[in-house]
């Protein structure tokens, strides 16, 4: 039987029963089982691969510019070259490592949980000069694109997306993900991570398609089937998560009535797979069926609009405000660059940060996004261990105001260590962003699908944040944690809120120095 988007219990039942607890983690019995570990990349065996230059643009516009200047859309005309900058740049391999025993890992431009890159990217093409119009699978191994339908498929995506200027836009990126690759090791959590990650492939898509003039604009709302008919996915298998609209508008694409059911074998990702049905019923009680659902979903998610916090007042009256300094503007590193570099700090150093490259990743993590939903589903608290002028603590962070409200002053390093699924890298770094949602706020407006747009939200954010850290020259890394006890540690203030995920912010560790890590201890409430 269908479940409609509406029956927010199965979004509900699905975070409860995926958070991660001291007992849940100590008593999994779940093991790595490395004779099937998927294979990284989707690779069509039937069509012949159309390899993009390797000359791929520098974009050299400073880092901090680019997330200021929002999504432009300057450009007159989209061409190979700027589609091959965007796929790389979000979605490429940036760099390889080989372990001891041979092991190797190729690294992607965005990070991505356990290196399991199960995000797939795909563009419908209508303008591009040199390019013929058509649907097309990127594969970052191989760099090269197969083309899995040629036509214009624009219209087709216009109405299943229940928007009329994605026809006349020069091209659509479409994301998907593919299960298996992440549940391999996360099991069922793994649909939470479908949307953090990817969320930071879609904070590089905006930010290099902003840079680019681009004018991309996101798209969460769309009649899941007809897109994945199109794309031609095993819907069992792979879940379509988000479109992106490109380039400048232009005639509308000749109307496309309906797309017949054509599926291309690839290679398979390993001898076999396990199911998560878990997975499987809240993707399916999130999906929109018509154009009409997504109208009306859309409609009411403008309604929500802006912030849905409930804390702005406070009973209590308002607490202490913590004035951050104005965002940097300039970092002195390209996005190109920043991009190339980035990598996540796998071990923090005790060092501090200055006030004005926290409040700069802040800043980066809150910018608006051009999406057909509002953002605002996350709020952002933080653990501050290290940062020059800003007292240690635990603070939420107010957008508006551009100032951190304390909730406690104190020193939880070992606090945060263990919140962040006792790894001492959440209690090393000069603060951590936990990214809080009010579920129970946005369930109702937004139905199951709400739930996959503060996981986006939280993920896009924690992007942004990361290429900020970047681009001033120092370190995140993107965490999981324990949920009751994120929850537990921020309350009053965040009571009856939802932890939906974690990004650490500091200086790598190195240089011949040696910093002990953190040892997680179990938090009392900083603000009991
Ligand atoms: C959403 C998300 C969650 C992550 N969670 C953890 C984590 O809990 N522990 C950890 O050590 N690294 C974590 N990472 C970092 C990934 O392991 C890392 O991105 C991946 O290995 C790819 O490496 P790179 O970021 O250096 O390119 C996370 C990254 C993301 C994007």
Redesign the pocket.
């Known amino acids: 039987m269908e479940v409609s988007n509406r029956e927010t219990r199965i979004a509900r039942e699905y975070h409860d029963r995926t958070a991660h607890s001291p007992s849940s983690v100590r008593t999994s019995s779940h093991a790595l089982a490395w004779d099937i570990k998927p294979f990284p990349f989707k690779v069509y065996t039937d069509l012949p691969p159309l390899a993009l230059p390797r000359e791929v643009d520098p974009l050299p516009i400073d880092t901090l510019a680019a997330l200021a200047a929002g999504p432009k859309g300057a450009a007159a005309r989209v061409t190979l070259a700027d589609l091959t900058a965007l796929l790389y740049y979000a979605a490429g391999v940036t760099k390889k490592k080989t372990y001891a025993g041979g092991g190797e890992v190729l690294?992607?431009a965005a990070?991505?949980?356990?290196?399991l890159y199960q995000t797939e990217a795909y563009v419908a093409v209508g303008r591009v000069d040199g390019l013929e119009p058509g649907l097309y699978h990127f594969c970052p191994g191989d760099f090269a694109l197969r083309c899995l339908r040629a036509g214009d498929v624009r219209a087709f995506l216009a109405h299943a997306v229940a928007d009329e200027t994605i026809a006349r836009r020069a091209a659509t990126v479409l994301l998907t993900a593919i299960y298996w690759r992440n549940t391999w090791k996360y099991q069922a959590r793994g649909y939470r991570?479908l949307f953090?990650?990817s969320g930071?492939l879609l904070a590089h898509l905006l930010e290099v398609g902003s840079a680019l003039g681009l004018a991309p604009r996101l798209y969460a709302g769309f009649v899941d089937a007809a897109v994945s008919r199109a794309l031609g996915v095993d819907a069992e298998r792979e879940a379509v998560l988000e479109l992106v609209a490109l380039g400048p508008e232009g005639a509308p694409a000749p109307p496309v009535a309906s797309v017949e059911d054509r599926r291309h074998p690839y290679l398979p990702l390993s001898s076999s797979e396990v199911d998560y049905p878990l997975l499987h019923e809240i993707h399916a009680a999130s999906m929109l069926a018509t154009p009409d659902d997504v109208r009306v979903w859309r409609e009411a998610g403008r309604g929500l609009g802006g912030r849905v916090s409930a804390n702005v007042v406070e009973e209590g009256g308002p607490r202490a405000l913590v004035a951050l300094p104005a965002p940097r503007e300039a970092s002195g590193r390209v996005l190109g660059e920043t991009i190339q570099q980035?990598?996540?700090t796998?071990q923090f150093s005790h060092a501090s940060l200055s006030a004005a490259e926290l409040a700069t990743a802040l800043w980066a993590a809150t910018r608006p996004i051009d999406a057909d939903v509002p953002a605002g589903l996350v709020d952002l608290y933080l653990i501050v261990n290290a940062v020059d002028g800003v007292t240690s603590g635990a603070y939420w962070y107010r957008p508006e105001a551009h100032a951190l409200e304390l909730l406690a002053a104190g020193h939880y390093r070992n606090e945060s260590a263990y919140l962040?699924?006792e790894?001492p890298?959440g209690g090393d770094a000069a603060a951590v962003i936990y990214f809080l949602a009010p579920l129970a706020r946005i369930l109702p407006v937004l139905g199951n699908r709400g739930y996959r747009l503060a996981n986006l939200e939280a993920?896009i954010a924690?992007g942004r944040a990361y290429l900020a850290a970047y681009a001033q020259g120092f370190g995140a890394?993107?965490?999981?944690f324990y949920d009751r006890h994120v929850v537990e540690f921020f309350s009053s203030h965040a009571a009856g809120k939802d932890a939906i995920?974690v990004v650490a912010l500091g200086r790598g560790a190195g240089s011949g120095r040696v910093t002990i890590g953190t040892t997680p201890s179990r938090p009392r409430r900083p603000s009991a």
């Open positions: 690294f992607r990070p991505s949980t356990g290196a991570h953090w990650d930071t980035r990598g996540s796998r962040c699924l790894q890298l993920g924690g890394s993107g965490l999981t995920f």
